[in-house]
């Protein structure tokens, strides 16, 4: 968590060039507010971490957020997972509990071009862009495009309930099948950066993994490729 809620900060800022508030950031990680004042706190004043952004000494939200210093963080840390290197590499073997019930398996993507769709139920960003795969996949399903989200909460340790997450899909009208990631399956993908969006061929190899906020017309742009190109 410490490590994820500087890209969070950079994906606010991208979107409403805004960083979040800290009832934002209690709100999306599940988070009490006193934790979030703690977080806030260690990652201010601790000397071994850059000075990313400044308080406001007496509401406690972020200000004066450096950029530059930002996005060399994010980039840096996110060497730790696993954001590059993607290309042509097997999308990894799964098999989850599906959401609605049954399983979601890496096996029933085979042979198909998929956009898999990494995401935390109250995670600003991925909130806005789900209608845009609510439309992708109404879109370019009858051309055999799978859109295929797997959700971050209970592995990271979120306090999201399961009803909360299902009336959120059933509210977006989401028809494209989700399962919550394991240990082992979140390994395997190796993100901490949310949305996370891989674009898998009908081979089953990550032709690109595409990070944070993403408007319809890019995500368009990024699926017909996969559409066209021959098995």
């Known amino acids: 968590m410490f490590f994820a809620l500087p890209a969070h900060v950079q994906d606010e800022m991208r979107a409403r060039g805004a960083p979040p508030s800290p009832q934002d ?73 599906a959401t609605f019930g049954g399983t979601l398996s890496s096996a029933d993507l085979q042979g198909k071009p998929v956009l898999v769709f990494v995401w935390l139920t109250r995670c600003p960003v991925c909130r806005r862009v789900t209608p845009s795969l609510v439309e992708l996949d109404r879109r370019f399903g009858p ?13 990271l340790g979120l306090a999201v309930p399961e009803p909360e997450r299902e009336m959120w899909l ?5 028809r494209y099948p989700n399962a919550p990631l394991d240990a082992a399956t979140r390994s395997a993908f190796g993100q901490n950066i949310f949305p996370a969006f891989f674009l898998v061929g009908k081979d089953g190899r990550v032709r690109e993994l595409v990070l944070n906020e993403r408007s319809l017309d890019e995500l368009v742009a990024l699926v017909e490729p996969l559409l066209q190109a021959a098995p």
Do not use: C, H
């Not at 840390?77 to 993607?86: C, D, I, M, P, Y």
């Open 143 to 155: 051309r055999g495009l799978k859109v295929v989200g797997l959700n971050s909460d209970s592995v």
């Open 170 to 174: 059933r509210e977006q009208g989401v």
């Open 25 to 97: 950031i209690a709100a999306n990680y599940g988070l009490a507010p006193e934790a979030v004042d703690l977080l806030l706190t260690v990652m201010t004043t601790e000397p071994r971490m850059p000075k990313l952004f400044r308080r406001d000494p007496a509401k406690g939200s972020i200000t004066d957020v450096d950029s530059v210093a930002l996005e060399s963080f994010v980039n840096n840390r996110a060497s730790l997972v696993r954001v590059s290197g993607w290309k042509d590499k097997p999308l990894p073997r799964f098999a989850l509990p």
